[in-house]
């Protein structure tokens, strides 16, 4: 039967037996945001934290999902149920999106234990959309062993991806620039491991080298040492390795380290959405009174200056509240 | 879940169906349903009906443009909106385009392809089609 797929205790029903066109449905809302998105993932929330969350990162062209197919098959052949969210770019001017990271997962279209959502970030910063972290939680409720989050070809500073998975690969290529490029910050802070794709190529060890010399000039001694994996997406070289280290690194995740940066995380989006709601809260009276564009004008006419506007409004609303 | 920021997009699946590999006329619609503000979901060449159906039921798509040029739209087109029907994707939106003799047109409006677009046809024709026919969902 098909599932409502409007009502919310069905959709809740549908997605925990991973019917598809219920998980479909139900990311949609959370991507649109619709009036029940919350409901959905307050009835959800507590059936997640059982998937492993693998978040794969990089530039443009490295080959992430041709990796990605890869590394699906190998978990499927092993028995694991996957889900895929692939987020690529919203373009700025016309807010539509190509999404083409499927082209390169053909080959899982077809299976029943395989999950694979396309996203657009519809313009929000950090190589994720908006809704990228709550679809993760979607498949997780949904009983897939493994959730898999690719982002966009991400430059230098798209780092996001750390806020959502557990094991962060960063995906990079031979060719893409040599040992001052690996230095620097963002990207190359994030990686649990480091994978040096296309190894079928010329100068794959250079680019393995230039990599594990700046691992070694890390600091930081306790705690999970990153490392260098060599793969080959193209002949399959190197995936099983790939694996055997992504479990390494669950399991030292499982010796507690996986509390602190559960810890870390939920702070983070509580205190996101805690921002959003104030602001929401305190905007929308605004709107309504018509006074958000009397104050705006305010401060276009140099009569006040944003910061204490800012300030004002907060100490009108704490006047409301401790009214209430 | 910000209120500010809903929005809906029209979300659409490009397919090829069968053997052939031409696919620029596919790539040039993609392109054009995405600068008119769609998310557009590219599957890549010889998707089987199956896979067609599967991508557009998990992506959540309203809409599947179906390009095709190996002459096989007779059979593969029945079967993809036999298994939409199945899946019980009844309100997407379904419009083809390529090489399509005008003689089968007829037969595949009856099916459900809603419209049927041959070469030549200007992309600004293909997106008012597409925004104008797109099923309002809640």
Do not use: C
Request: aromatic share 4%.
């Amino acid at each position: 039967m098909v599932p409502s797929l409007t009502d919310v205790e069905q959709l809740v029903k549908g997605v925990q037996k991973g019917d598809k066109r219920s998980i479909a449905r139900t990311i949609s809302i959370i991507e649109n945001s619709e009036p029940h998105a919350q409901k959905i993932i307050s009835r959800l929330y507590p059936k997640t934290g059982k998937a492993h969350v693998l978040g794969i990162t990089g530039p443009p062209g490295a080959g992430k999902s041709t990796l990605i197919e890869k590394l699906v098959k190998e978990l499927r052949n092993r028995g694991k149920t996957v889900g895929v969210v692939a987020v690529d770019p919203t373009s700025p001017f016309s807010g539509g999106a190509f999404l083409g990271d499927r082209v390169r997962m053909q080959d899982l279209s077809l299976d029943p234990g395989v999950y694979i959502r396309s996203m657009a970030t519809r313009n929000h910063p950090g190589g994720l959309a908006r809704a990228t972290k709550d679809a993760a939680r979607v498949l997780d409720a949904s009983g897939k062993d493994v959730v898999i989050v690719e982002t966009v070809g991400a430059g230098q500073s798209e780092v996001d991806v750390v806020k959502v998975a557990h094991t962060v690969l960063v995906v990079l290529a031979p060719g893409l620039g040599d040992d001052i490029q690996a230095i620097k910050a963002g990207q190359m802070e994030i990686g649990d491991i480091f994978v040096v794709n296309k190894a079928d190529r010329e100068n794959a060890d250079k680019a393995m080298s230039d990599v594990e010399a700046m691992l070694e000039m890390a600091t930081e001694k306790k705690g999970w040492k990153p490392l260098v994996v060599k793969t080959s997406a193209l002949t399959g070289e190197g995936i099983a390795e790939l694996l055997e280290r992504i479990e390494d690194h669950r399991k030292y995740l499982k010796t507690g380290a996986i509390d602190e940066r559960r810890k870390e995380t939920i702070e983070n989006e509580l205190v996101e959405a805690l921002t959003q709601k104030i602001t929401e809260s305190i905007m929308d009276e605004l709107k309504r009174k018509g006074e958000w564009k009397k104050l705006t004008q305010k401060i276009m006419f140099r009569e006040t200056d944003p910061y204490s506007a800012a300030d004002k409004l907060l100490a009108k609303q704490r006047k409301t509240i401790k009214k209430r | 879940m910000s209120k500010k920021e809903k929005e809906s997009k029209i979300r659409v699946v490009i397919a090829k169906p069968g053997l052939d590999s031409h696919d620029r006329g596919a790539k040039i619609v993609a392109r054009a349903l995405r600068d008119a503000g769609m998310e557009v979901i590219y599957t890549g060449l010889r998707q089987t009906p199956e896979q067609i159906v599967e991508t557009a039921l998990q992506e959540d798509v309203d809409v599947i443009g179906l390009s095709i040029l190996s002459g096989a739209h007779m059979t593969l087109f029945p079967r993809t909106m036999e298994l939409l029907k199945k899946k019980g994707l009844n309100d997407v939106l379904v419009f083809a385009g390529g090489i399509i003799p005008q003689e089968d047109i007829p037969a595949l409006k009856k099916i459900g392809i809603r419209e049927v677009f041959g070469p030549g046809t200007p992309t600004s024709t293909l997106v008012e089609f597409v925004k104008k026919n797109s099923p309002k969902r809640k």
